[in-house]
């Protein structure tokens, strides 16, 4: 039977490459799984593609559009993914293994869906910050926006994650607007074809939004922009070399790396044997050495605890790694499948090595040990032990990119927070232990290195996500070696691919370039139906219900006191009140001022408007006094959908005395049928 070819996706078409090939072997037992190439392929007219049809077509659509599209994506990998996990078995991945790389890789487009819908606007502008005053009277402002880059994100991903690692970087970029060109590594690229190809074929893509090479990158990067953005995952090495390329300095190109990083997990002084703390350590260890067969990024390569504990843990951990069953991953009793490769085998048999020959010793495993299927590339899991881990100083330098980790003693905090640094910046520590006073020390002393931490305790273990989880809504990168930056996050991660620009000019002009969001001092659109009788979708940013007036009265305000038990003084004390620096006299209070406004501006009768669900931004900036009037201002200040069924009216409530001085302004968010 002939081994497939893999085809690149350039400019819209499937293309064979060209020239020389390379052989995809099954990691199980090393059959051809593809052939895979890109040569022959025009990669300069592939950034123009990306420039020229897919950015215009997908800056026309909103963000709301756009979160939208993440979904039907999400679903429609979802929809097949039975044939993604059997592929996925020939890069050595469990069901486990793969569940966290496919439904994972949809679970990340399905939370950036969510996000777009309800934290961006329904617009193409997404605001940064507060608008900052910069004259008297209030007719010339500073706001800082963002909107998509005009040029192309270059994706290039590491083996061991084939779809997540995909995915994960394609939700911010398509949310941003932005055209992506993927290049996966090519060890599993037949597995990010496949899932590349079930978004194609589902029709639901602009044209030109997405492109594969399933290849080398021949000359592209001497066509990038300073539109453009390189989004990188793997080794320091690769990362260092396309990072200092010509082009990528001379047009500033945005570089976003994710690589090399010696994770650690710590043992608290406090969690001896016998603690939850202790025997949590000892499972989650095991656990990130043998998820994936420890080709993580995220993965725990250095496990410190108190000196006095070594030996046990030692014990612990070695038995709970005797018990898993490594191979064949498509096997209901395997718990670890193979590496990538026997290339990759033989590295980490390498790395373990240099460990040895450092001074580290193994007490666990055996790397030499016969593969359970022949040809395959399978490596038991490998602990190695350090008594002295400032001589031995590879722990802290070499990463075994496989099923290894080392256990080394800490004398006190302070030595443990000394030792996690000296990995000298990583993507993830977590922390073990009961005792928030350590670890406010551990976070205050190891936070500047790394870029998640996590605090493991009884109480918290059953529901957390674990050490090597990263997650869409949280940043995922990490300072120095691990590359310095940030994927995913939520929102932040939309921003990496779009420019920050700071706007001057008058309310209305940065109302009318916000588009979707209105602008505090821009025009109003009075409105004579009240806006509650509306759905959303007949709102529009801007329209505003004026109301009548009601004057506050000292009897308002000692009745309102009485019925809440609000006795301060500035409301019941005429001559304390006086004798303050801040009001006249009697004031009342600011939660009756909020109840009357909306007694003034709320429609009784039900919908469209559901529920009120909070307020934002509250302000009492001028004193309400008995006697003086108010009235108030209800402006649409943007929309965002929740649900299917629901979404969220932000409203600019802004409330007025007699003399028209504003002496509250807040945000009201109502949940309203769309």
Partial sequence: MKTPQLLNYACDSWLAGEGDLAQLPSAIDGSPVAMTGSGGLDFAAMLDHARDVGGPALRKMTFHERARLLKALGLAVMARKEELYELSYSTGATRKDGWIDIEGGAGTLFSFSSKGRRELPDGHVLLDGQLETLSRNGTFMGQHIFTSLQGAAVHINAFNFPVWGMLEKLAPTLLAGVPAIVKPASATAYLTEAAFRIMIESGLLPPGSVQLIVGHVGDLFDHLSCQDIVSFTGSAATAMKLQTHPVIARESVRFVAERDSLNASVLGPDAGPGTPEFDLFVKEVATEMTVKAGQKCTAIRRAMAPAEHLDALEKALGERLASTRVGDPRSEDTR??????????????????????????????????????????????????????????????????GPVSTIMPYKDLGDAIALANRGRGSLCLSLFTHDGATAREFVLGAGAYHGRMLVIDRTNAAESTGHGSPLPVLTHGGPGRAGG????????????????????????????????????????????????????????????????????????????????????????????????PIFEGRVAHGYLILSFAAGLFVDPAPGPVLANTGLENLRFLTPLYPGDSMRVELTVRSKSLKGEDTGVVRWAVEIFNQKDDIVAAYDLLTENIP
């Fill in 336 to 401: 670890m499948g193979a590496l990538v490769s026997l290339a990759q085998r033989d590295d980490v048999r390498a790395r373990i090595a240099e460990l040895e020959a450092a001074g580290a010793r193994i007490v666990a495993g055996d790397p030499a040990a016969d593969p359970p299927v022949e040809g395959g590339a399978f490596l038991p899991p490998v602990l190695l032990r350090t008594d002295d881990p400032w001589s031995t100083e590879a722990v802290h330098d070499v990463e075994p990119f």
């Fill in 485 to 580: 930056g940030e994927e995913m996050g939520g929102v932040r991660g939309v921003k990496h691919y779009m420019q920050r620009t700071a706007i001057q000019s008058s309310p209305a002009m940065i109302g009318a370039i916000a588009g979707a969001f209105y602008i505090s001092g821009a025009p109003k659109h009075e409105i004579d139906v009240h806006p509650f009788r509306k759905p959303m979708s007949k709102l529009n940013v801007g329209d505003t219900l004026k109301t009548g007036s009601r004057t506050v009265t000292l009897g308002d305000i000692e009745h309102f006191a009485h019925f809440t038990g609000d006795n301060f003084y500035a409301h019941m004390d005429e001559e304390a009140a006086r004798a303050s």
